[in-house]
């Protein structure tokens, strides 16, 4: 059973922005994603307040998450955090481990592979 963490980084003067800026352009994201067990890392602006940057993070299990919190990213992560004056409210979401039901798929419109033309 995955694990998501919604973490909403709220900040001001963009703040949240800069944050995420920092993190994708130091290669702090990158070496998350490549984290053993990272399914997911990645950054969205809300459009009902631009102070707020989503993040989704996905991990395959506890054990995976266990790990990275523990990790050296973790102080870093911390350290940008506090430059940016940012703060924190997250929502933890465990995965259905047989995925979206049959009778929710029929109001979910997938993206079609594209054909080579």
Known sequence: MSITMNLYYKGNNGNARKFVEEMENSGTADAIRKEDGNLRYEYFISMADPETVLLIDSWKNQQALDVHHASEMMGMIAAFRKKYDLTMRAERY????????????KYIREQEEKKNE
């Open 94 to 105: 465990l995965s259905d481990k047989d995925g979206i039901p049959d009778f929710d798929k």
